[in-house]
């Protein structure tokens, strides 16, 4: 019954598109700079989802908190830029110029690594032996404090990003516009997923992560240090989230109380999408989200304001068709 029911829901949207496309009769170049445009929110959603899947695959919770670790790199970065701005490094030259981008996009790891540590202490360390509905309700109010104490602190107002003129305006593919924000974001958003992966597959830290999701208990006594390992868990995670904070701040040119809210449940739809607790996984279904809604708003006929219901929708179908993901879950026996 699913079966048929997933099938007719398919045909159903490939006849909408297929009747849009005769009716609109977009030009190619159109679908590219959407598919461009989708790569590059596809990037900011995989560095986020990472740090989903990185936690679930060592706690087996969901950390609800992830989107407002974005949010807090997103204003230190903001912070970072505005000091970088009135000491005159970024009308210096170019050299100076990337050196001091590096700093800003710097100082927003920096502080998300400190907020997720210091989640992992105070909110999810103490009830890390308590039934599993427990951390995730934390997990929610950690995310409700964050976003409330920021808006307290700073109001409710956006903060703007100016972009310098190294990244300002972009370059021409033929008939396709790319902003330089935009090609620097998928950029480094792919070297920082190759570099994660290869700490978790190749390093040392890597293999006691592995060890650590497999089994706590028979972790512990060979030698592994549990709650270390875990902490550099949020720490990866988190740095990641700070990275995507900033990029997306120069990208949108703003960042707010809430700006880490929805973006943290779609990168969640993206873990979900590719199969929680796998890191290819999360690549895999974070960039096929990002084409999709930027894609799907045009192909289906509807306004782009509701990309959003398209990407909830992507996350209730895959929940009721394929719950492990494309991919599939990545559990242990024991977890399973």
């Known amino acids: 019954m ?3 029911l997933g099938v007719l829901i398919l045909i159903l949207v490939i006849w909408r598109i297929y009747t849009v496309g005769m009716a609109e009769n977009y030009p ?50 903001f912070f970072a830029l505005q000091f970088f701005t009135a000491i005159g490094w970024l009308e210096g030259s170019a050299a100076l110029v990337a050196f ?10 920096l502080a998300s690594v400190l907020t997720g540590v210091t989640l992992e202490r105070v909110a999810y360390r103490p009830l890390r032996g308590a039934p599993r509905l427990v951390p995730l309700i934390s997990a929610i109010g950690a995310s409700l404090f964050l976003q409330y104490s920021v808006l ?45 992966y290869l700490i978790v597959q190749r390093s040392k830290l890597g293999k006691a992560m592995r060890a650590v999701a497999e089994d706590k208990g028979t972790a512990a006594l060979m030698g592994i240090d549990v709650n270390q390992v875990i902490v550099f868990t949020f720490i990866l995670g988190s740095a990641l989230a700070g990275a995507a904070g900033v ?7 703003i960042v707010k ?9 779609k990168a969640f739809t993206a873990a979900v999408l590719g199969g929680i607790g796998n890191i290819p996984g999360a690549m895999m279904g974070a960039l096929l ?28 179908l895959i929940l009721i068709f394929r719950p492990s993901g494309l991919l599939g879950e990545v559990l242990s026996e024991k977890k399973a």
């Not at 370059?171 to 570099?195: C, E, K, N, Q």
């Not at 990029?247 to 040119?253: I, V």
């Open 152 to 196: 307290l602190i700073f109001g409710v107002s956006p903060r703007v990003y100016q972009k310098p003129a190294l990244i300002a305006g972009g370059f021409r593919v033929g008939d396709v516009f790319v902003p330089y924000t935009g090609a620097i974001i998928f950029t480094t958003s792919l070297l920082l997923m190759l570099a994660l």
């Open 28 to 77: 190619a170049s159109f679908w590219i700079s959407q598919a461009l445009n989708g790569l590059v929110l596809g990037g900011v959603y995989a560095l986020v989802a990472l740090g989903y899947t990185l936690v679930y695959g060592i706690l087996l919770m969901i950390n609800f908190a992830h989107g407002e670790v974005v949010m807090i790199g997103g204003f230190a970065g």
């Open 247 to 253: 990029m997306l701040g120069f990208h949108n040119t």
């Open 289 to 316: 989200l990002g084409l999709i809604e930027a894609i799907g708003p045009s192909a289906l006929g509807i306004p782009t304001e509701y990309k959003d219901i398209i990407s909830f929708s992507v996350l209730v």
């Open 100 to 109: 001091a981008l590096l700093l800003i996009v710097g100082a927003g790891m």
């Open 2 to 4: 699913l079966r048929a």
């Open 257 to 265: 109380f809430n700006s880490g809210f929805i973006l943290g449940l």
